[in-house]
T-cell receptor, first 114, second 115 residues
Framework: DAGVTQSPTHLIKTRGQQVTLRCSPKSGHDTVSWYQQALGQGPQFIFQ???????QRGNFPDRFSGHQFPNYSSELNVNALLLGDSALYLCASSLSALTGREQYFGPGTRLTVT | AQSVAQPEDQVNVAEGNPLTVKCTYS??????LFWYVQYPNRGLQFLLKYITGDNLVKGSYGFEAEFNKSQTSFHLKKPSALVSDSALYFC?????????????FGGGTRVLVKP
């Protein structure tokens, strides 16, 4: 049973560019959340997708946007990249958005903005 | 708004000794509480959770955690630490009745188990 997968593993971008990160949830999961983990810090919630809609959003600017596809996979898009966007981006999946189910995390995408 | 505090940046323990990683939380209403572990260059791995019921929760790899409502704490414990337990540990919380499953994480505690 495949767990949560993310691509790419690493990415280097220049300030002002745009980036798209991808996530496939664990088999059977229908909810995807994205987190940003800056170096030496705990993950920060970006947003959550369920039934192809953004259901909850953290304190991140509109430069951060996402999408969920009918097969439950998801993309995170970041526009107008800033140096401060350099971080490990984690995707997490779970079953249903409304219970205390644990979330399963992927290995992350390491984004470096130069 | 909810918050999590992990007061120790690092915990050092000798192999075979008990391990405790502290966590306190603040949330409106009852909490869902979680512990995750992160190995270098890896994502977060679920260890255990408290939803309701018994205050002592048992999880993966011999870890357990005790929920204390009066002290708003959820400390992670392991009776006998292994060198392989050396990693970064995160406590997380979400309100019981909140829609969605946004987790609020603490800053993490690095555990170093010495042979």
């Amino acid at each position: 049973d495949a767990g949560v997968t993310q691509s790419p593993t690493h990415l280097i971008k220049t300030r002002g560019q745009q980036v798209t990160l991808r996530c496939s949830p664990k088999s059977g999961h229908d909810t995807v959340s994205w987190y940003q983990q800056a170096l030496g810090q705990g993950p920060q919630f970006i947003f959550q997708y369920y039934e192809e809609e953004e259901r909850q959003r953290g304190n991140f600017p509109d430069r951060f946007s996402g999408h969920q596809f009918p097969n439950y996979s998801s993309e995170l898009n970041v526009n107008a990249l800033l140096l401060g966007d350099s971080a490990l981006y984690l995707c997490a999946s779970s079953l249903s958005a409304l219970t205390g189910r644990e979330q399963y995390f992927g290995p992350g995408t390491r984004l470096t903005v130069t | 708004a909810q918050s999590v505090a992990q007061p120790e940046d690092q915990v050092n323990v000798a192999e075979g000794n008990p391990l405790t990683v502290k966590c306190t939380y603040s949330v409106s209403g009852n909490p869902y509480l979680f512990w995750y572990v992160q190995y270098p260059n890896r994502g977060l791995q679920f260890l255990l959770k408290y939803i309701t019921g018994d205050n002592l929760v048992k999880g993966s790899y011999g870890f357990e955690a005790e929920f204390n409502k009066s002290q708003t704490s959820f400390h992670l414990k392991k009776p006998s630490a292994l060198v392989s337990d050396s990693a970064l540990y995160f406590c997380a919380v979400r309100p019981y009745k909140a829609a969605g499953n946004k987790l609020t994480f603490g800053g993490g505690t690095r555990v170093l188990v010495k042979p």
